[in-house]
Structures are given as structure tokens and as C-alpha cells.
């Protein structure tokens, strides 16, 4: 082989070699970029800054009997679902289409309206987000819906599914499998008082 030839070859294995580190560092970006995208989302996710869409499962709350003060929803009631609900798998739930989301505030305003002098009309105002809502209460949870189900239907296992079970004899409950469900972004400001982020 000629010098000349030797030499082009030479320098194609460079050339080529060149080219498939660059195809590497292409490649690597790409996949960093995807990861940034992946985590940028999840975070979109878990601090409610996006709409959300899939399958899961609704669940509708409502008052049974507003003369007796155990017919009527609760604020713990709530709590107690999300709570099932979270530990069965749900990525993401929604009271009232209000998004739920570790800084949130659901508590109770119970006002009783007289009917007479021997009866009581219970009604309970519960606060979400600082937005007050009546019975009846619409619960979404994105999720495996089969499981979501399940769990909700299931022989009660812990403290939380016998009170869940009760609350099924007590309220108007009715659970429904979505194939999607669409679950609206925090409409509220988060904000951290202490919390503060490391410095690197």
C-alpha cells in the first residue's frame, strides 16, 4: 500500500472515530434533555401547576340524612378518602375539582339551620383551598382504576377502610371506574416560610 493510501486511511479512522463521538455526545444531550423534561413535568405534577388527564376512579359524597349529625360529610370524611386513596396508588386527586396537594386545607364549618323547635336541618360547609363547598362531594383520583376500585370495595383491612365502610352505611357514596378523567391545576399560590432549598 502507498504511503499516500496509508495516510487517507489514517485519517478516515480518525474522521470516523470523530464522527461516532459526536454521534455520542449528540445522543447523551438528547437523552439528558429528556430527563430534564421528565423531572420538569413530574415536579408540574406534584406541585399542581398543570392540567392533568388519565384513568382512574370518581367518587361522589353526598349527605344521607341532614337530621341526624352522623348523615352528613365531614371534613375528616374527605381526609380519610384522599388518605385510602393515596396509599392505594393515586398519583393525583381532586375534591370539587379543587387539587389536592401536601399544603392543603380541608376543614370544617358546621352551621345547623332550625326547622322547628323540636328539629334541626345539619349542613356543613367545608372549606378547600379556602373555597367553601356543600354536599354533594365529587372526588377524582387518577390512578390504576381497577385497583383504586378494588381497594374501595375491599374487605376493611386497616382503620381507615372500616371507618370507609361505615361511611358507605351512613352517606350517599357512589364509586365509578373512569377510563379518563381530567383533573384541573392548583388554582391557589404555594408559598414556604421555613422551607428553604440547599445551597450548592
Not at 423534561?37 to 413530574?42: F, G, K, M, P
Not at 392505594?88 to 375539582?97: H, K, M, T
Not at 354533594?136 to 372500616?162: T, Y
Amino acid at each position: 500500500m502507498s504511503p499516500f493510501k496509508k495516510k487517507l486511511m489514517k485519517h478516515m479512522v480518525i474522521i470516523g472515530i470523530i464522527l461516532v463521538l459526536v454521534g455520542f455526545i449528540k445522543v447523551k444531550g438528547l437523552i439528558a434533555f429528556e430527563k430534564d423534561r421528565e423531572t420538569t413535568n413530574n415536579i408540574q405534577i406534584l406541585t399542581g401547576q398543570t392540567d392533568i388527564e388519565g384513568e382512574g376512579i370518581s367518587i361522589t359524597v353526598e349527605d344521607k340524612n341532614p337530621y341526624d349529625v352522623y348523615g352528613i360529610v365531614y371534613d375528616k370524611d374527605l381526609i380519610t378518602i384522599v388518605n385510602i386513596l393515596q396509599s392505594a396508588g393515586a398519583e393525583v386527586i381532586s375534591i370539587n375539582d379543587e387539587r389536592v396537594l401536601s399544603t392543603n386545607k380541608i376543614k370544617v364549618d358546621k352551621t345547623r339551620i332550625k326547622i322547628n323547635k323540636n328539629q334541626k336541618l345539619n349542613k356543613t360547609k367545608i372549606k378547600i383551598n379556602d373555597n367553601e363547598y356543600n354536599s354533594p362531594f365529587l372526588i377524582k383520583a387518577i390512578g390504576n382504576s381497577k385497583k383504586l376500585n378494588d381497594i374501595l370495595n375491599s374487605e376493611p383491612a386497616s382503620a381507615e377502610l372500616k371507618e370507609f365502610n361505615y361511611m358507605k352505611k351512613a352517606l350517599e357514596i357512589r364509586i365509578e371506574k373512569k377510563d379518563k378523567l381530567i383533573i384541573p391545576r392548583y388554582k391557589g399560590n404555594i408559598s414556604f416560610k421555613y422551607a428553604k432549598p440547599i445551597k450548592m
